[in-house]
């Protein structure tokens, strides 16, 4: 676009007020996408309050160790994205493009995983709608759990390759040099977007892997 | 649109001549622009819905039905109710006088993001096209409400589509509501303190919180109803294992809310049109921004006085119906305040002023009979009947349609640089008024007496009362056409307005008529509170408008 | 507004902390808590994401009005979840799993 590494658009007064919109603006559109995952989280406890047995046996078909994996990869993901904020505000080049490469292999990585889960349920047919058997009487229960395991990690991993592409595109603008210290908005406010679908994995990990162990 | 006055005035710079062409229109960042592209499609779908209300009135002319079969009814009050409720009511006054107003009143030159506030405007057309194209392949009988299991199992016609179309648009929504939220907290003029905020302002910022936090519920909630109809699981389904009851308590969660975002503004409209033509301070500047608030707020409580008999719990029903009540009080604060405001106002009697009476008579009227419907009682009797109907119709077109055709004569002037044609206005105001009570009014008595909402036929002795409401709708609908044409006639052939014609206090007012693209040509400095009508002096009354002329002259003697 | 500069340290800090976390909230769930296993493991996910939201998100040195919108989200996310209210009252026994019905 422009010479200039940032720009000032018209309507702002200065880069305060542009920086501070930004970032109001952001977090109001993690506030919608809180709400967004809390209704599909509603359906999940009323129907597990509905169903509690149906729950715990089902969600034995999911592996903590897994999840744990998963959760670990997430975290050290985070991390990473931390440090790239931390490198894009004092301008360091090299550490940003560095850390952002890291955050996207270890999103790579956290997928690929939740794809080797997801087959894994395929193989042991418990998808509901499309090959499903469980056995016992709350057959019908048990699916609920599955249909929101699906519909939660689902929409969770369709998040995480939203972030995925969004840091990739930084990664190259990274590389170009886009970000000075001045002006790195977008760097901040992907770390945000992509800290956010950490949480929500902090809160589907005890919910569908761990809370029902003992039932 | 961009034509040459008839008459030739001092030409200036302004959004409306500074480029021509249409893809200076769809591709503009300019809020003022995107305002009327909105406009173009909020009627547009204003028209649509407004036809199957036609369609549905002459229908019940008779007690067996006289237009179409049973299940084509269904699909007629579906796709009225899902057009004009998603696709008018939500939008219309936050997208279209919303977006105009906004930056201008808190002395901005846009709103926070412009970019997203057009592509908004693409998103909300891309919902609204599936729902057109769920129209043409067939319809919809689902009714506007989307109850499962007869959404996710039963129903033959395009949910998914029409379910998608409502996801989608329901994105502009939120991106208006961020944007609004970001415009007010960042981008105000020096000296524009939330305490000298218009009205109109603080009403859209309640709107907005809704916006923003209840449409994602609704997204979701639809998302889920389209999957399980797809998949055939059974979220919601019961013969699945799935809970009914759980999807009306998250489709109300937003859809109660919702009516909010319909009449808040609807209310934000009012306020300025009350205290304009009442020549006065607005009486409880802070108890109004508060009731605003306020109304957001508890409007997230209430959600579940939709369900007193859907199987809900006895003690729920107990508390909604309490909180509901509780949301009679800040709407009563607004109701008292602009009536207070009116006392020994000087008031004139020009049009958008006639609007902004009918609106608080008619919401008055919806309001007092939603507090029948909160009562449990009651609400047993007469759910599901012509009364609700007739309640929400006072509070969705009583209110909301009338405020918006309201601001639209107020600030017309504005968008335009142009006078409508008063006498023909008053006439189609009164029209208005005269035809929705006939309308709505008969559907409180059907009501009462039992007739049931959604039935394509009824008992014989509901007759007289239907055909008086088939004659209010189609006076009704001479009200609605009549600004259409004038307004479009005005464009090129009214009279100049000038920056002020009525005068208004407003920062909108300051700047020319229509404003320059980037709104004011020095931003402004507030050193005023909102509505300061005694000390403006710069102000003159009566204003120098060719074309209107205000009943009493300023200051009274 | 000038902006605050987290130290390297902390973030690794706040890292190793949300690694321990993770297998304290697994060990536990190892132990047999009867109903109060899930309380456990949502307390510490409340206390690990309010970790990443301080630290990681800078939440702790935003503006007052953006601490803000994250309390008005939480808060309405609360509104939400009044829905289980409607469940747990639906049996004359307040507070108890649903009966079987007969």
């Not at chain 2, 958008?352 to 007092?368: K, T």
């Not at chain 2, 909160?374 to 209110?399: K, N, P, R």
């Not at chain 2, 209010?472 to 920056?499: D, E, H, K, Q, T």
């Not at chain 2, 700047?511 to 509170?529: G, I, L, Y």
């Amino acid at each position: 676009m422009s010479e200039a590494p940032y720009a000032l658009q018209e309507h702002f007064r200065d880069l305060e007020q542009q920086k501070d919109a930004a970032t109001l603006g952001m977090w109001i559109f993690l506030v919608t996408e809180v709400m967004f995952f809390g209704g599909v989280m509603l359906s999940y406890s009323t129907a597990r309050y509905l169903h509690p047995a149906a729950f715990a046996a089902a969600s034995h078909y999911s592996d903590p160790l897994i999840g744990a994996i998963n959760t670990a990869v997430l975290i050290c993901s985070s991390l990473t994205m931390a440090l790239a904020v931390h490198a894009s505000q004092l301008g360091e080049r090299k550490p940003l493009v560095g850390y952002l490469a890291a955050t996207i292999v270890l999103g790579c990585v956290f997928l690929a995983v939740k794809a080797y889960e997801w087959s894994h349920k395929f193989h042991e047919h418990v998808v509901p709608g499309y090959d499903f058997s469980f056995p016992g009487p709350e057959a019908r229960s048990a699916a609920l759990y599955f249909t929101h395991y699906f519909a939660m990690t689902g929409l969770h991993a369709l998040h995480m390759v939203i972030g995925v592409a969004v840091l990739g595109v930084l990664l190259v603008r990274a590389w170009k040099g886009r970000y000075t210290p001045a002006y790195h908005t977008p760097v901040e406010l992907s770390g945000l977007y992509w800290h956010f679908v950490d949480i929500v994995w902090i809160f589907l990990y005890p919910l569908l892997y761990l809370i029902d162990i003992h039932r | 649109m961009s034509a040459v006055p008839p008459v030739e005035v001092e030409h200036h710079e302004n959004y409306l001549n500074t480029s021509y062409g249409v893809w200076s229109w769809l591709l503009t960042t300019d809020h003022k622009r995107i305002g009327l592209l909105y406009l173009v499609s909020v009627t547009f779908f204003f028209f649509v819905g407004g036809f199957f209300a036609t369609l549905i009135r002459l229908h019940l002319m008779t007690p067996q039905g006289t237009l179409v079969d049973a299940a084509t009814y269904n699909k007629m009050f579906t796709m009225h109710g899902v057009v004009m409720v998603f696709f008018f009511l939500i939008p219309a006054i936050p997208t279209v006088l919303g977006n105009f107003l906004v930056p201008l009143m808190i002395g901005a030159k846009d709103l926070a993001f412009p970019r997203l506030n057009l592509a908004s405007w693409y998103i909300f057309n891309a919902g609204g096209l599936l729902m057109i194209y769920s129209v043409m392949r067939g319809g919809l009988d689902t009714g506007w409400t989307f109850y499962p299991p007869y959404s996710s199992l039963y129903s033959n016609t395009h949910v998914v589509s029409a379910v998608l179309g409502i996801f989608i648009a329901g994105f502009s929504s939120i991106l208006t509501g961020l944007n609004f939220l970001v415009t007010v907290h960042t981008m105000r003029a020096p000296g524009m303190t939330w305490g000298r905020l218009p009205l109109f302002v603080w009403s859209h910022y309640a709107t907005s919180i809704i916006f923003v936090l209840g449409t994602p519920v609704i997204a979701i909630t639809l998302a889920l109803v389209g999957i399980e109809r797809i998949f055939h699981l059974g979220i919601f389904d019961p013969s699945l294992g799935g809970d009914p009851v759980l999807f009306q308590h998250l489709f109300w969660f937003y859809s109660h809310p919702a009516v909010y975002i319909m009449v808040l503004p609807g209310m934000a409209v009012t306020t300025e049109l009350i205290t304009t033509f009442s020549r006065k301070r607005l009486f409880g500047y802070g108890f109004v921004a508060a009731a605003s608030i306020a109304i957001a707020v508890i409007g997230f409580f209430v959600w579940g006085h939709h369900m007193f008999v859907a199987g809900q719990s006895f003690y729920a029903s107990m508390v909604f119906s309490i909180l509901s009540y509780l949301v009679a009080i800040p709407s009563a604060i607004k109701v008292f305040n602009w009536t207070a405001t009116l006392y020994k106002g000087s008031i004139s009697w020009a049009t958008p002023m006639l609007y902004g009476l009918g609106f608080i008579g008619l919401f008055v009227m919806g309001g007092m009979t939603g507090l029948f419907l909160s009562a449990l009682g009651v609400d047993v009797h007469v759910h599901d009947t012509y009364f609700v109907v007739a309640h929400f119709h006072y509070i969705m077109v009583g209110g909301t349609v009338m405020a918006y055709l309201g601001g639209l004569h107020y600030w017309w002037p504005k968008m335009s640089g142009r006078m409508y044609p008063e006498g023909l206005a008053k006439f189609a105001a009164v029209v208005l008024f005269i035809g929705f009570n006939l309308t709505f009014f008969p559907q409180f008595v059907l009501g009462y007496l039992g007739m049931p909402r959604r039935y394509h036929s009824y008992s014989p002795e509901f007759q007289v009362l239907n055909v008086m409401s088939t004659a209010g709708a189609s006076i009704l609908a001479v009200g609605y056409l009549l600004p259409m044409a004038y307004f479009i006639w005005s464009m090129r052939y009214g009279p100049i307005a000038g920056p002020n014609p009525w005068p208004g206090t407003g920062l909108e007012w300051l700047t020319a008529s229509p404003p320059p693209e980037k709104n004011f040509e020095v931003t402004p400095v507030v050193t005023w509170d909102a509505y300061d009508f005694p000390n403006r002096h710069d102000l003159k009354y009566p204003a120098p408008t060719p074309g209107f002329t205000p009943a009493q002259t300023w200051p009274p003697e | 507004m000038s902006e605050t500069i987290v130290p390297r340290k902390n973030y690794v800090l706040v890292w190793a902390a949300l690694m321990v976390l993770t297998f304290v909230t697994w060990g536990v769930a190892l132990i047999d808590l009867g109903p109060f296993s899930i309380v456990v493991a949502l307390l510490i996910a409340f206390f690990k994401a309010g970790l990443v939201v301080l630290i990681f998100m800078h939440m702790l040195y935003m503006r007052r009005r953006t601490q803000l919108v994250l309390i008005a989200g939480l808060f309405w996310l609360v509104i939400l979840f009044l829905t289980l209210g409607d469940y747990i009252t639906r049996h004359p026994l307040l507070f108890c799993q649903p009966l079987p019905i007969p």
